[in-house]
């Protein structure tokens, strides 16, 4: 059996995007910057499926820019609000410390430039409230970006609260909702958004692409000069075909959440408890204000690579955590955020369901991982020395 569970690192795309794209790679080639009228049908494309993403997000099609990926529109996000914010004496931003590397390291960035960050703490359930936000808003801070649900334990933040509560404080809100978007209702007026960043290679979309919201009057900067696409805010040829195939399969996704959701949540919460009865584990985030199809795990006595190599050879495909960090040897900054000791953290096993996964495969994961985590501590000196008592256990 081979059992694909790294949907969070990206998912399979739909049979929708990809007949979507695939006459704007073999008839309708044009770039949609051209006057030619194979140019317009290009542009024509472009322009539609702008609509089509603003009406799932609920905002206006002029209010969308197409990006490379989350990434890059986390990027400009960031970069935008703090250069507003510096042109009014406000060079204060809050964050969370787990949040994507995209934020974190371009919040770096910003403080080498003169910027005070605050990084707010996740707690051990993986959750930032609207108070903890509110007390950290200075008369200087420019921008509060929380992400919607993060990427490694799914939790799902009080996004709709924190976008209230910076409204009536006059702060700027971005949301990477890079985890969040095909997967979770999503409507940026009624929560008060003014910045969104989405990549479409998480809804079943190619890989390659993405946009940002920025609400009508936020004033973007540039990080890619040119020419004057995306009205003049990121320069570069759109990649038609792919913006396509990203709105057919948003609008795909956004149309079936309830169905989605009703589906994985039962096989999640399966998965959880019978991981749970593996003596020494422990779920990481929240239990029910997560994403319905993201579980992750700790395993005291072993480490999560060898794990994974494990499983692979079984034909499960899962993750530690983020795809993007996978080349660290450090173990997760999210895992670290919410309290997990270095020992315990290098431990884990990120699996993230999408529709496709089966009940069969939830029972196949019951059966593998058990038996592997058993074989991994069987091979442990540490695990060993926990217990025989040398070490006291982390995770009772």
């Known amino acids: 059996m ?3 569970v790294d949907n969070a690192a990206t998912t399979k795309m739909s049979r929708t995007a990809i007949d979507a794209m695939l006459p704007y790679m073999e008839t309708h080639y044009g770039n949609p910057s051209s006057l030619h009228s194979v140019g317009q049908t290009a542009a024509e494309a472009l322009q539609q499926a702008r609509n089509t993403m603003a009406q799932a997000l609920g905002c206006e099609a002029r209010e969308l820019i197409f990006t490379s990926g989350g990434s890059e529109a986390d990027n400009q996000a960031l970069i935008s609000a703090a250069r507003i914010g510096e042109k009014k004496g406000k060079k204060h931003i809050i964050s969370t410390r787990f949040e994507h590397h995209a934020v974190l390291h371009t919040l770096k960035k910003l403080e080498q430039a003169g910027f005070e960050v605050t990084l707010l703490d996740v707690h051990e359930h993986g959750m930032v409230t609207a108070e903890e936000v509110a007390a950290a808003i200075r008369e200087d801070t420019a921008l509060v970006s929380i992400m919607y649900a993060n990427n490694e334990i799914g939790t799902i933040q009080p996004i709709a609260e924190i976008g209230a509560l910076c409204r009536s404080r006059g702060v700027l809100f971005h949301t990477d909702a890079v985890q969040a978007a095909g997967h979770v209702h999503i409507d940026v007026k009624a929560q008060n958004i003014d910045l969104l960043s989405l990549s479409a ?5 190619p890989k390659g692409v993405g946009a940002l919201y920025a609400r009508k009057g936020i004033v973007l900067t540039n990080v890619i000069e040119g020419g004057a696409q995306e009205r003049g805010k990121r320069a570069g040829t759109e990649n038609v075909p792919a913006i396509v195939g990203m709105a057919a399969a948003f609008a795909e996704s956004c149309s ?28 990481n985030g929240d239990r029910t204000h997560r994403l319905p199809g993201t579980v992750n795990f700790c395993f005291e006595g072993i480490e999560g690579e060898a794990l994974l190599l494990l499983l692979d050879q079984k034909g499960i495909y899962a993750s530690t955590g983020s795809a993007c960090a996978s080349g660290s040897l450090d173990p997760s900054h999210v895992l670290l955020a919410i309290g997990r000791p270095h020992e315990v953290a290098h431990g884990s096993l990120r699996l993230s369901l999408c529709e496709a996964n089966t009940q069969e495969e939830i029972s196949y994961l019951l059966t593998v991982i058990p038996e592997l985590v058993s074989y991994l501590r069987n091979m442990s000196p540490a695990w060993r020395d926990l217990c025989e008592g040398k070490k006291p256990f982390i995770l009772k």
């Open 201 to 205: 290679h998480k809804f079943h979309g």
């Open 2 to 4: 081979h059992v694909y």
């Open 256 to 283: 079936r959440i309830d169905q989605y959701t009703n589906t994985l949540t039962p096989l999640r919460d399966q998965l959880i408890e019978g991981l749970l009865r593996i003596p020494h584990s422990a779920l």
